[in-house]
């Protein structure tokens, strides 16, 4: 076998290793994903959305559950993990976009107020429970006491086919 051709194989042999290690890495790192759940007061008359209606709602196209209900968004603080995958994967916009967003949607008198920020999911959790039509979204595992989870596309957190995800530190 000639010089080049040993290097040929040398480089192919790196590549494939690094393919198999790079793919290894991946999987240990999406291992360390949880369910996003979407939480809404237990009188909220909605158990389900499909992601488009879900869509409508982060993006206060869909002000209103009922006439009388009011939807209140909230939504964490930039940084949290819960914010980044719904920017992601609901608004498919970056921090900046989002904020942008919001002040043209405030500016056209299209929306009162951005979503309300919450600093922990604790915070989401006391706040979902105790106004009516509120709406967050938090860690499956740190869903609290008598919220009620929607159903997105017809999934519930854990159920397989669940579209939203949040990768943990």
């Known amino acids: 076998m000639t010089s080049s051709r040993r290097r040929l194989v040398v480089l192919i042999a790196l590549l494939w290793a690094r393919l198999f290690f790079w793919d290894a890495l991946a999987l240990a790192q999406s291992s ?40 209140v968004l909230l939504m964490r603080a930039p940084v949290a993990v819960e914010r980044e995958a719904v920017l992601k994967v609901i608004y498919e916009m970056t921090e900046g976009e989002f904020k942008q967003y919001w002040i043209a949607k405030i500016f056209r008198a299209q929306s009162a107020s951005p979503p309300k920020i919450v600093y922990s999911n604790d915070t989401a959790n006391q706040l979902v429970g105790s106004i009516p039509g509120a709406i967050a979204f938090v860690v499956a595992s740190d869903v609290g006491p008598g919220l009620k989870a929607l159903r997105v596309d017809g999934r519930l957190p854990g159920e397989p086919g669940y579209r939203l995800h949040v990768a943990l530190p």
């Open 32 to 71: 360390n994903t949880e369910d996003l759940a979407i939480v809404v007061h237990p009188s909220t008359p909605v158990n389900g959305l499909t992601f488009a209606e879900l869509r409508q709602v982060v993006l206060g196209e869909r002000q209103y559950w009922t006439p009388g209900m009011p939807v």
